[in-house]
């Protein structure tokens, strides 16, 4: 495709452009193109153009248009020529019959070039029986009259020739002629050139110029000059007319010629030069008649032409010498004239279509004979494939085992198809296209020809027959479906021939690899993929299977990738139209393209055809070719119910829809209820793309509208079309179920004024002698403008898709278009792909956000831990303005997170690489999961706060009584020791005893006690919070339950097991229709909730906090929470109690325990003597005057600082460790909730281990749990990993430690070194935290000096992070997990556990990104037996896999949402609106469960206490490695 212009030629070189630019598009001024003149341009520039135009060194202003013709027939290939021939002819231009070669001065016989044209008229002889004649031209006996000049001539031959074949009202330049547009320049290459014209009639006597049909031929020049030329027409013709003035010069020339044309001598008696005495003597040389001479006296033209009309009526009725252009070639060459196809491929080409197509006598018989693989069995095998789908046969049988019978017919069909040889036909027809390019081409458009000959006859009676039928549909409905089973049958083109080899192909491949017989099939789709790329087409839909040869399909594009990688990329246009609605017409003039369709017949199927894009507008476009698809043959719902073809047309248009960028509706104005028809069709394929991400540009094409220029005389029409779109959008959109779609508009970008183009009428008069109407040209190049303007606009929003792209899209369209319900059951990879890449991103995201709030949590936690601590005296605020702050800061961090993620996700939808534009949809979904997880986020959070604040706030009277008593302690021992060195200072008391020292000591510590009143926290009853918390969750839940509750003491709940019984804890109503599988799942579910609030217990008591209510209010939360999601287990509210008291029961006991551990930790008495040797060491050093630098240095190391540093690298050991395990060889598992389940499915088969496949099915939750933590402890059970974890975090701290030791030092303290200890610590609250009690005996009784502390505390530090290192290393990873503050396991459980719903009939787990999605999907779904299901009267379990089931007619399923009442699987949505259960991509895609099924299928039956299933005879077939590769499939893993 080249760029489209409307720049004027700037060069003479660039005429020929124009020229033959304006020919592809038929415009009928084509042969009116001038340049603005350039007087420095020469031709010869241009290399082309080389030898032929030396004559055009000549500056002029322009060129006699024959001579642009002459020079472009020259330098143009035979199949150039035959398609310039052809649309000349279309504008019923003379086309060239004898071509003159300035260079060697011979002429070609242009009879290939001719071959493609193919007239239909209607002679008068046929008219009575409304018969007609249609066939190629050059198979036409039809008298020749032909038209020379001798001499000079004052009479322009080829304008009176032009008024000779056109009526009054149809006038046509057929001829070039002196008064056209550069008419008169001077000819410098055309003289000699002999062109062709015919007259056919169209059967009306009022318009027809002769009744029967007439060839005519001009001669150019003079035929003194150009005697071959001359010759050639004399022995071809049925007559010649002679134009003279004078013919006194070389009469012989006339009077030699022993030809069977009868001579005509047309003189101008008003020229000076006419001599007629001369006349008369050479018409009796010539034995002429009277009749035979014409002469134009002071007549006008219009009498003169009237004279001539007579003779040439007179020749057409009266002489029977009639000629077939096809037999000239042998005048030709007895003249030494060249015939164009006398080339050796073209020969070759010829001979080998001829053996081919010679002994077809009865269409049908060689096509069941030579063509077998396309007839029964592959449409048996279309139908199987449906039927695989649409299970509309399947009656009571088993599903999964009808499904398993239609695959053995498949297979044995397969067979059948294999058994056949290849026929001779087709082995000739592969062997011609295994030759070279050029006579491949010429091959192909031999057999094109000649099987268009072949089944033109038959077709044209039928088709005349079917379209008289359908004007009386009503009366004739049998008659027309046999009518149109018999032009099925009658057609035959090249497109059956290359559908055989497809079928050949797949038959080939479905056999075992090494089999001689496959191996010889192997090279077709190469040989199809070369076709390909030199534009012929290839059917992508068998309209008569209403199938897609997929594997053939798909290796035939997959060749075609390798052969232009890395140019690939593809930009998709498809015409949509009801049968004969010139949309093949509008193809060819917009692109030049030429759909293989058997003449006579619209194949009903798609065709698709590759334009490759120039380099100067692939940057324009954004692609390197064009994909241009053509559907034919789409009916009107009457015609479409007599063959059942309405569903083949609502699939192809989904399909071809879903395949495009731009899609051209193709419209006849005439035929307003075929308008409705294509419309609502092709609305209903919109709706699905919609739905699906897609979103193709859209542009209506009205063909055959009466005033084009009237843009705004349409503006009715357009009204009133968007009103019948937004009527059927309406209608469409309830039969898809997707109601909130009720405008056009709501469904596609379309604006009535951009989107609509009016085309005129293609024919300008009356047909045969009808040309090509301007103004059809010209509004469909105006279309084609606006195309390349679309389709360059299309790359920066859906950048074209790649072959591959393009091909996985046939695959997944088709798929889901054999499914009646489209949207539901549409699967495919690139979609999938394009999810998963934007789950990955999502889960990235949120990661950061959690790992930032929970940095955020940490720093809160340690600011509220070390309150009063840290604070300076001039600071008067208390807790309560520090929780206000907390919170405000919190609140602050998480817009700035929410903004950040949002920005994240708004960035990731402006990108156009990745197909995002696919997942559009899924947008605002994402955009709720953000905001829920700040909402989530921020309740947890402020929730943590406020009870860390309360926590500390209740501390507060303990450190108050610890601080006193400190105090008071301090105070008594150095007064003491004031005491004793006044009273004693003789040397013998200096030397005081210990023992002395220590009874000082033990009086002042006694007196100590006495004075301060030690009232610690309170204790409180947690059994009894617990309580009232529950009371106040159950209050909704009515009388009876507050009754239960009013008998029950908690203490004595939750002790051993929880067990599920059916008599107590289902809805009465339902106790009679439970069954065991129910009672299990229910016993699974409380497990779950157990395990995950005993988990949350734990953590809470590991941390050594004091008992809060809300964390009762959590666990309260969860259960709801659980209990909601599986409400449809039809639980009572007995169940709901017991369970609530089993939990409450047992936490309020591991709360109680820990709440009376924190009491004992803390009770103030308890605390002071574990330090009371530390205050007796610290009496005695300062009664001696001892040095306590190096004791307090290291005292404060180890019992402030090292504690500290623990918990520190503990709280950010967790996200170190959730980091690495979304990176390196976890990264895929954890990347995506999909991911993950492959992940696992994949280990469990490679494992093939029976209890692990009953661990994950029965028990999903915690089987998911374990298989984490084993994944965490198998990475980091080596301890390096670790290791280098904690020594990165323990170098941080230490070094920020030392800093706050040397910023201490340089600070001046009054408070001496409690101060300095003091300074050091508020240096380090803000990631520490500093134990108060150990800080308060630390600082007392200590008169270290500054300098020598900080000395020792610094080493003492560095000391310390050689001991905490080692000490680490000898913690297991289990040990350390426990320790975690955020624990990975449960952050990880999480992220791929995500909303942990299940499929409601086989219990899959949904796989779907962020919090907030509204369909729950999963990827693989497996036969219900494997979840317990079994059938009720043989208790076997069941093999039925829901994908199958929803879209089988006649399964039913009952549950609690039914009321145990059996409703059909198929409307599962209006039970489960929130479940997408779309069908399986392939037909083993779900070959993993049925694997597994099969392989354990009576242990599965013992573990069940059922029966073993009636495994289905295709599953015992399926290995381990397909298991392996339908997992693949399913999860689109590459």
């Not at 047309?266 to 008649?289: C, H, I, P, Y």
């Amino acid at each position: 495709m080249r760029s489209v212009t409307d720049e004027p030629a700037q060069s003479l070189s660039s005429l020929p452009w124009l020229f033959l630019k304006k020919l592809m598009m038929v415009n009928v001024t084509a042969r009116s193109v001038k340049y603005s003149c350039n007087d420095s341009e020469d031709w010869s520039n241009l290399d082309i153009y080389n030898d032929p135009f030396d004559f055009l060194n000549v500056q002029n202003s322009s060129v006699n248009p024959l001579d642009i013709v002459t020079a472009l027939f020259i330098c143009s290939d035979g199949f150039l020529q035959q398609e310039m021939v052809s649309k000349m002819s279309m504008c019923q231009f003379s086309v060239p019959l004898l071509l003159p070669n300035c260079d060697t001065h011979q002429c070609m016989f242009m009879l290939w070039a001719m071959r493609d044209i193919v007239k239909k008229f209607r002679p008068h002889s046929l008219s009575d029986q409304r018969g007609f004649v249609e066939e190629r031209i050059v198979h036409s006996e039809l008298p020749l009259v032909s038209f020379v000049r001798f001499g000079d001539c004052s009479i322009s031959k080829s304008q009176i020739l032009n008024k000779l074949l056109s009526n009054p009202q149809q006038y046509h330049d057929t001829f070039v002629h002196r008064d056209m547009d550069c008419g008169d320049i001077p000819r410098k290459i055309s003289n000699g050139l002999v062109e062709m014209s015919w007259y056919l009639p169209c059967g009306n006597k009022n318009i027809d110029v002769f009744p029967e049909a007439v060839a005519v031929a001009n001669l150019r020049g003079d035929i003194s000059s150009f005697e071959t030329q001359y010759s050639f027409l004399c022995q071809t013709s049925t007559a010649v007319f002679v134009f003279f003035d004078n013919l006194d010069t070389n009469c012989k020339l006339l009077t030699n010629q022993h030809a069977k044309a009868q001579f005509f001598l047309v003189g101008n008696v008003q020229n000076k030069a006419f001599d007629l005495e001369q006349l008369k003597r050479t018409a009796s040389e010539m034995s002429l008649k009277k009749n035979n001479i014409i002469l134009k006296t002071n007549q006008n033209d219009a009498n003169f032409v009237k004279n001539l009309h007579s003779s040439v009526n007179y020749i057409i009725n009266n002489h029977s010498n009639k000629a077939r252009l096809e037999g000239m070639d042998t005048i030709a060459h007895e003249l030494g004239i060249l015939v164009d196809e006398d080339i050796q491929e073209c020969q070759k080409a010829k001979n080998n279509a001829h053996v081919l197509t010679k002994n077809i006598q009865d269409t049908l018989q060689f096509k069941e004979t030579q063509l077998p693989l396309q007839g029964k069995i592959w449409k048996d095998l279309a139908k199987l494939e449906k039927e695989e789908c649409r299970l509309r046969k399947a009656g009571d049988q088993n599903i999964e085992t009808y499904k398993s019978d239609l695959q053995i017919k498949k297979t044995e069909l397969r067979k059948q198809q294999s058994k056949y040889d290849i026929s001779d036909a087709m082995s000739c027809f592969v062997s011609a296209l295994s030759s070279s390019n050029q006579e491949r081409s010429y091959f192909l458009k031999w057999m094109r020809m000649n099987l268009d000959n072949l089944s033109r006859t038959s077709l044209s009676i039928l088709r005349e027959r079917y379209k008289e039928k359908c004007q009386q549909l009503l009366e004739n409905k049998k008659e027309i479906a046999q009518l149109d089973q018999q032009i099925s049958n009658s057609s035959l083109g090249i497109e059956h021939f290359l559908r055989e080899m497809g079928q050949l192909y797949e038959a080939a491949v479905s056999l075992p690899e090494n089999q001689e017989s496959r191996q010889q099939m192997l090279h077709l789709p190469r040989l199809c993929a070369e076709l390909m790329l030199d534009g012929f087409p290839l059917e992508l839909v068998d309209g008569d299977a209403s199938n897609i040869p997929l594997t053939w399909v798909s290796d035939v594009l997959q060749y075609v990738n390798s052969l232009v990688q890395p140019n690939n990329k593809i930009m998709v246009v498809t015409v949509l139209g009801v049968q004969s609605t010139g949309k093949s017409t509008l193809l060819n003039t917009m692109f030049g393209v030429q759909f293989a369709v058997s003449s006579g017949r619209c194949t009903r199927g798609a065709f698709m055809q590759l334009i490759r894009v120039t380099e100067d507008i692939k940057k324009e476009l954004g692609c390197d070719f064009l994909v241009i698809i053509d559907t034919e043959g789409l009916k009107s719902p009457e015609l479409a119910k007599l063959d059942d073809s309405h569903e083949h047309d609502n699939e192809l248009a989904t399909l071809v829809v879903g395949l495009s960028d731009i899609t051209i509706i193709n419209i006849a104005m005439e035929n307003s209820t075929e308008m409705k028809d294509i419309l609502q069709i092709v609305v209903h394929a919109f709706i699905r793309m919609k739905e699906i991400g897609k979103k193709p540009k859209c542009q209506f094409v009205h063909q055959n509208v009466a005033d084009v220029s009237a843009h705004d005389k349409n503006m009715r029409d357009r009204k009133l079309l968007l009103e019948q779109l937004n009527e059927m959008t309406e209608a469409a959109a309830k039969i898809e179920n997707k109601e909130e779609y009720k405008k056009f508009t709501d469904v596609i970008e379309y604006d009535p004024e951009t989107c609509n183009w009016y085309i005129p009428g293609l024919w300008h008069g009356n047909p045969p002698m009808a040309s090509v109407n301007a103004g059809y040209s010209e509004a469909v190049y105006e279309l084609k403008k606006k195309m390349t303007d679309i389709i360059g606009k299309c790359k920066h929003k859906t950048p074209g898709n790649n072959i591959t792209e393009f091909l996985e899209w046939t695959k997944s369209l088709w798929n889901a278009v054999k499914y009646e319900n489209f949207i539901f059951s549409f699967r495919n990879s690139l979609v999938a792909d394009a999810y998963m890449r934007l789950c990955t991103e999502f889960n990235k995201w949120e990661w950061s956000f959690k790992k930032d709030m929970h940095a955020c949590l940490i720093l809160a936690e340690i600011r509220v831990s070390n309150f009063g601590i840290v604070k300076l005296k001039s600071d008067k605020s208390d807790l309560k303005d520090l929780l206000c702050r907390l919170k405000q800061e919190a609140v602050t961090k998480l817009d700035t997170l929410e903004k950040t993620t949002m920005d994240n996700l708004s960035k990731y939808f402006e990108q156009t690489e990745g197909h995002v534009y696919l997942v559009e949809k899924y947008k605002e979904q994402f955009v709720s999961s953000v905001k829920s997880l700040r909402r989530q986020t921020e309740s947890s959070l402020l929730t943590q706060l406020e009870a860390a604040v309360e926590i500390r706030r209740g501390m507060n009277s303990v450190d108050n009584i610890k601080k006193t008593f400190t105090n008071t302690m301090e105070k008594k021992v150095l007064d003491l020791l004031e005491d004793l060195r006044k009273n004693n200072s003789s040397k013998c008391d200096a030397h005081m005893t210990d023992e002395q020292l220590d009874r000082y000591f033990e009086q002042i510590w006694q007196e100590t006690i006495n004075e301060v009143s030690f009232t610690g926290l309170k204790q409180r009853n947690v059994f009894d919070s617990v309580f009232w918390q529950l009371r106040e969750n159950m209050k909704q839940k009515g009388s009876s339950v507050a009754e239960q509750l009013s008998t029950v003491i908690l203490k004595n709940c939750g002790k051993g097991a929880f067990k599920v019984t059916k008599e107590v804890f289902y809805k009465r109503w339902l106790k009679r229709i439970i069954n065991d599988n129910s009672a299990v799942d229910l016993q699974n579910l409380a497990d779950n909730i157990i395990q995950t609030c005993s988990q949350f217990v734990l953590e809470k008591t590991t941390r050594h906090s004091d008992y809060h209510d809300t964390y009762i209010q959590e666990i309260l939360h969860i259960i709801d929470e659980r209990f909601m999601s599986n409400k449809n287990m039809g639980f009572s509210d007995e169940f709901e109690l017991s369970l609530k008291l089993h939990i409450c029961g047992s936490s309020a006991k591991a709360f109680q325990d820990m709440h009376e551990c924190f009491i004992k930790d803390n009770d103030p008495r308890r605390c002071l003597d574990q330090y009371k040797d530390k205050y007796r060491n610290d009496f005695k050093d300062l009664f001696h005057d001892r040095d306590q630098c190096q004791r307090k240095a290291e005292e404060f190391t180890k019992l402030c600082l090292m504690p500290a540093v623990e918990t520190f690298i503990y709280s950010s050991l967790g996200p170190d460790i959730i980091d690495k395990m979304l990176q390196g060889k976890n990264a895929f598992q954890f990347s995506t909730r999909s991911f993950f389940q492959y992940s696992l499915l994949n280990q469990l088969l490679n494992e093939d281990k029976f209890e692990q496949y009953v661990k994950y099915i029965s028990s999903y939750e915690s089987f998911v749990k374990v298989w984490i933590l084993d994944q965490i402890t198998e990475q980091f059970s080596n301890g390096h990993e670790v290791s280098e974890l904690e020594e990165r975090h323990l170098r941080i701290i230490t070094k920020e430690i030392l800093e706050a030791v040397k910023m201490a030092q340089s600070e001046t303290n009054e408070d001496g070194i409690k101060g300095f200890i003091q300074c050091i610590c508020r240096k380090l609250g803000q990631k520490l935290i500093i134990p108060n009690d150990a800080l308060e005996t630390v600082m007392i009784l200590n008169n270290a000096s500054q300098e020598p502390f900080a000395r020792w505390l610094t080493k003492s530090v560095e000391e310390m992070e050689q001991t905490l290192n080692e000490q680490l290393k000898t913690v297991n990873i289990q040990g350390k997990l426990s320790k975690l503050k955020m624990k990975p396991q449960g952050e990880l459980f999480k992220r791929v556990f995500g909303c942990g719903k299940q499929c409601p009939f086989c219990k899959a787990p949904c796989e779907a990104g962020g919090e907030a999605h509204t369909d729950h999907c999963a990827s693989v779904h497996r036969p219900q037996g494997l979840g317990r299901y079994r059938d009720e009267h043989s208790k076997k379990l069941v093999t039925n896999i829901c994908s199958t089931d929803v879209h089988s007619e006649k399964t039913r399923f009952k549950c609690f949402e039914t009321n145990y009442e059996y409703h059909p699987y198929k409307r599962y949505r209006e039970l489960f609106p929130d479940w997408h259960i779309p069908a399986d991509a392939s037909i083993q895609a779900s070959d993993y469960w049925k694997y597994v099924m099969a392989h354990f299928n009576s242990k599965f039956a013992v573990e069940y206490n059922a029966l073993p299933a009636e495994i289905p005879l295709t599953w015992k077939y399926i290995t381990k490695q397909q298991a392996k590769n339908s997992l693949k499939e399913a999860f689109s893993i590459k």
